[in-house]
């Protein structure tokens, strides 16, 4: 008989380095990729691995992303299928979440209604394809109690991740730590190390002992990462799984391996800008794992007038439905639905979400543009940053980032 597992989503995230983006919606329902939320990612690879129990654990300005999980989730309830939002209930006290190891302990009452043999705990703000089947086999093959995802990362980045250091076996974690300077390399490979994904697959008594304990401890940051497992780690329970072991099919070459944890606006803005070459570093176009998400009733994007310079064309772009391209020629830039774009502007290395629109003779230029932002007849977004710094974000590697809502100045 299959093992039971129920798969939990950790949503809370605040994303202060995301901002303006997060500014009044939570970190996993940032718009991504054009059509798509942060957390479809996570939920399209849990359902398509056929986990179909699935709470969404939400804290931080949560209605969007409530919203987004109602409208678009929904599951078969024939066999018991569901993905659910479930705020901080207050079941332990009058307190929110201390932590994402506190958000599960104040929600095990998900964990006794389901009564799973192992419990898949996923962060829900990270872009990537991953068949979490493979992983949840290799966990419950190994005995170990708990079993977390380290992708490869280069020696000299140690000190950018959570870092898994694995004894001789290559497979047990003898420690886990935050940010080393002095991480050890692979007994495989010396010049590379483990960055935590943060994605972990628990035997269900591992993880309520673990956490009940950790509740315990007043002193503690109730942290998954940096509570619960060097606590299981120090027992000899942590088994690390190797990323590059997971086989996701239609995934090519290229995009094999893919993981982006987009923190900040740079890696926002990267992470978009992996997606459209030729052959793009992360493959949205891979029909065999498809990425899920809400289709509204929009028509198809449509490009329009075709006289000397003024003519409508989109270049190394994706341009989602509903969008209008009149007259103007948008080059390297990600185009969500509802968006219109003037004659003779001129939109190259943008991210420009829904509803966004674009006057005539405009220029924007590096810059991620939130949903409903109007740049009016001429004016100019990342030619001059130095004006753009007085007005609006301005990322460390020069992207202009202004806010849901917002008119752009002439």
């Known amino acids: 008989m299959a093992a039971k597992v129920l798969a939990i989503v950790l949503a809370g995230g605040e994303g202060k380095r995301l901002m303006p983006l997060t500014t009044d919606r939570a970190k996993p329902a940032v718009p991504f990729g054009g059509m798509y939320r942060m957390v479809d990612f996570v939920l399209s690879n849990l359902a398509n691995a056929g986990f179909l129990k699935i709470v969404v654990l939400t804290q931080y300005k949560s209605h969007s992303l409530d919203r987004h999980i109602t409208k678009t989730w929904r599951m078969s309830t024939l066999l018991g299928n569901y993905v659910t939002p479930v705020p901080a209930q207050q079941r332990r006290g009058p307190w929110w979440f201390a932590g994402s190891a506190d958000a599960i302990y104040q929600s095990f009452n ?16 990270h872009i990537y394809r991953m068949d979490p089947r493979q992983m949840v086999e290799d966990h419950i093959a190994s005995g170990a ?4 995802a380290g992708i490869r990362q280069p020696l000299s980045m140690a000190d950018q991740f959570g870092v898994i250091e694995v004894g001789e076996d290559g497979r047990r974690i003898r420690a886990f730590r935050e940010k080393p300077t002095d991480a050890v390399g692979l007994p495989d490979a010396p010049d590379q190390i483990y960055a935590s994904m943060g994605n972990y697959v628990f035997s269900t008594r591992a993880l309520c002992e673990a956490v009940e304990r950790d509740a315990e ?6 942290d998954m990462g940096g509570s619960i497992i ?3 780690v120090e027992r000899g329970e942590a088994n690390v799984y190797d990323f590059k072991d997971n086989e996701v099919p239609g995934s090519t070459d290229r995009d094999r391996g893919y993981w982006r944890d987009v923190g900040t606006l740079d890696s926002f803005y990267d992470a978009h800008m992996d997606l459209i070459n030729v052959h793009p570093v992360f493959n949205l176009y891979n029909f065999e794992w498809p990425i899920y998400t809400e289709q509204p009733p929009y028509p198809p994007a449509k490009f329009v007038h075709a006289w000397g310079e003024r003519v409508g064309r989109a270049v190394s772009s994706m341009v989602s439905p509903g969008s209008v391209i009149s007259g103007s020629l948008v080059e390297n830039s990600i185009v969500s639905p509802k968006v219109k774009v003037h004659s003779w502007a001129h939109v190259d290395g943008a991210v420009l979400m829904e509803g966004v629109e674009i006057g005539r003779h405009a220029v924007v230029r590096r810059a991620i543009l939130d ?3 109007y740049v009016p007849e001429g004016a100019e977004i990342g030619v001059d940053l130095e004006k753009d710094r007085q007005r609006y974000t301005v990322s460390d590697n020069g992207v202009v980032v202004i806010g849901k809502g917002q008119r752009v100045e002439p």
């Open 110 to 125: 998900l964990i006794n209604d389901e009564q799973p043999d192992h419990v898949i705990v996923f962060g829900a703000d």
């Open 145 to 148: 109690g708990v079993t977390v």
């Open 217 to 222: 401890d007043k002193t503690s940051k109730h």
């Open 230 to 232: 060097p606590m299981l």
């Open 371 to 373: 949903k409903n932002v």
